[in-house]
């Protein structure tokens, strides 16, 4: 069964630090990694997608993969209240169109 | 863009009654839809994945006579809860997803759904 890991938090940062997030997967065929964030009561937005080794940088946010360590990560740099949610991390399935969803990391970020 | 909305956002029902809840992607065509559930506190749940044209493909434990699933275009897919019941109040969500080589899925706002 395919799984990915999330440490469920809450990750506590002060404003204007940056946030580490963290995800393992058990699927060595997956291929396509998604960071989502999610508000309470609502539902998940697209972030964050990384296909190679490596990292991909867009704004505050960048993502790292390491595929040889089965690791994805979400950097976020200069945190604000605003990025005060849910983080999901999502693995896209080799030769599937599925995505299997971590629990989830909540972040809170302090003034 | 990317954009997908979800309709109704929220609906009352009693029990025994049906409701139709409808997905459409605004700027894109999806190849595939998803239906995930998700309750209080908990991880999205995969209910079904669905194909334009196709038969749905339901998740293990997910009665696919209560949850009917109709893709009737590549922008339109509709859940209908059929004999709703007070356990089947949740948050009900779509996504839409562009098809290879890009696998990313795209939300819906969600429904909420309450069977009194």
């Known amino acids: 069964q395919k799984e990915v890991e999330q440490n469920s938090g809450p990750l506590s940062v002060p404003e204007g630090a940056i946030a580490s997030l963290n995800c393992t997967y058990s699927d060595r065929g997956s291929q396509s990694f998604f960071w989502y964030r999610q508000y309470s009561g609502k539902s998940p937005e697209l972030i964050m997608s990384i296909y190679s080794n490596g990292d991909k940088e867009d704004g505050r946010f960048t993502a790292q993969l390491n595929k040889a360590s089965q690791y994805v990560s979400l950097l976020i740099r200069d945190s604000q209240p605003s990025d005060s949610a849910t983080y999901l991390c999502a693995v896209e399935g080799g030769g599937g169109n599925k995505l299997t969803f971590g629990t989830g990391t909540q972040l809170k970020v302090e003034l | 863009g990317a954009v997908v909305s979800q309709h109704p956002s929220w609906v009352i029902c009693k029990s025994g009654t049906s409701v139709k809840i409808e997905c459409r992607s605004l700027?894109?065509?999806?190849?595939?839809m998803f239906w995930y559930r998700q309750f209080p506190k908990q991880s999205l749940m995969l209910m079904a994945t669905?194909?334009?044209?196709?038969?749905?493909?339901?998740e293990q434990g997910v009665e696919k006579d209560k949850f009917l699933i109709n893709h009737a275009s590549l922008t339109l897919s509709t859940l209908t809860v059929t004999s709703a019941h007070p356990e089947d109040s949740s948050f009900y969500i779509c996504s839409a997803q562009p098809g290879p080589p890009l696998y990313e899925q795209y939300f819906g706002p969600g429904t909420r759904l309450t069977v009194t």
């Open positions: 700027d894109f065509q999806a190849t595939t």
């Open positions: 669905s194909n334009e044209g196709s038969k749905a493909t339901y």
